[in-house]
């Protein structure tokens, strides 16, 4: 009879304490870029803003994978490398396209034409989504909590961006807000989706590729694969400002606290969690969004995403109160995972 893998509930722990850390650093991340792309406004060259968004994503990348490469170099000696199958590298490659170079360009562009508040509550999809695609991908079953939690989140950003498309303009301007459905929207959503999917892909390629090999390579090709597609697609006058101090000097510090310690705590959260879990957590990233948005930005939320928000909490506590009730049920869980399908994707740059 074969024997059953054995839980680690310490391991369990940790990984959630990792995860919510991640969540509350990735949460503050839409409205840092909006502050300091804000900043660059007040440093101008020749009336270009250096701190524009395609700058601050390759840079931001850039500085992120070599702080991570530093941190993991010895996980990238030949012999180590050497092990890796063909497979593994080609999705390593299409998740770094896709998840780690479309996906926040994307949300760059989001950012530019909707508010922080809009993006950060229609990224609450990736709740339902992520269940669905672990479902779809691993057939990995979620409880029914979970998955009802999961639904109400999905409402409560459907709820919000219907009663915004009738709020006045004066009210919407009062509130700094740009609401409605727009580009700005349709940005975040299919951004967010191909975030998803990376997350889902992500985290079964956690389990066999080395977290170092795997977030430092994200990031580099990624940020090759944007700036390749940037400057073909739109002109190298894109990163005319690419060398500023003053870009540098802010994405130094914003890719070392947001994106390398966001990362670090994302990775080593999801090798030792479920995907309800995953959800669970990503559930309250909306929340901290908003927040943050408040805090830095100064975007007061609007009755529409109030009431959104409402819904989404209460979806949290579904979640919450279902896993609480039946705690063996996370084991169960964790036992359906297969040993070899062990390891979201990567929110910020």
């Known amino acids: ?17 990792y995860l919510w850390l991640a969540i509350l650093i990735f949460g503050a991340a839409s409205a840092v870029i909006a502050k300091l ?3 660059g406004e007040g440093a101008l060259i020749d009336g270009r803003n250096p701190i524009a968004f395609c700058n601050v994503l390759f840079v931001g990348n850039v500085v992120a994978g070599i702080s991570l490469l530093i941190i993991f170099h010895r ?7 050497k092990e890796l199958r ?22 760059f562009r989001a950012v530019e034409q909707t508010s922080v508040t809009n993006i950060v509550l229609i990224e609450t999809i990736e709740i339902p989504l992520g269940l669905f695609l672990a479902w779809l991908l691993y057939r990995e079953k979620s409880s029914w909590s979970a998955v009802t939690g999961a639904v109400l989140a999905l409402i409560g950003v459907a709820t919000t961006l219907w009663l915004q498309t009738g709020q006045p303009g004066e009210m919407m301007q009062q509130g700094q807000m740009r609401g409605g459905i727009g580009l700005g929207e349709i940005h975040a959503t299919a951004g967010t989706f191909l975030l998803v999917f990376g997350a889902e892909l992500g985290r079964k390629q956690l389990r066999t590729i080395p977290l170092g090999v795997f977030s430092v390579f994200r990031n580099i090709v990624g940020s090759i694969i944007f700036f390749v597609v940037t400057f073909l697609l739109m002109g190298p006058q894109h990163f005319m400002d690419l060398f500023s101090p003053v870009l540098w000097g802010w994405m130094a510090l914003y890719g070392s606290i947001i994106v390398v310690c966001g990362q670090l705590c994302w990775f080593s959260g999801i090798k030792r969690v479920t995907p309800a879990d995953i959800s669970l957590a990503s559930a309250f990233s909306p929340i901290a969004g908003i927040i943050f948005a408040y805090l830095i930005l100064g975007e007061i939320p609007m009755t529409a995403q109030i009431i959104g928000g409402a819904v989404i909490l209460c979806g949290i506590g579904i979640g919450l109160a279902g896993d609480l009730k039946f705690p063996h049920r996370e084991e169960k869980r964790m036992r359906s995972v297969k ?11």
């Open 37 to 39: 792309v804000m900043i």
């Open 75 to 81: 996980e990238w000696q030949p012999s180590k490398l």
């Open 86 to 107: 063909p497979k593994q590298w080609f999705v390593q490659l299409a998740l770094a396209g896709t998840s780690g170079a479309l996906a926040p360009a994307l949300m």
């Open 339 to 349: 040993s070899e399908d062990k390891p979201k994707a990567f929110t910020g740059v």
């Open 1 to 17: 009879m074969t024997q059953k893998p054995q839980i680690d509930p310490t391991e369990s722990r940790k990984g959630k304490i």
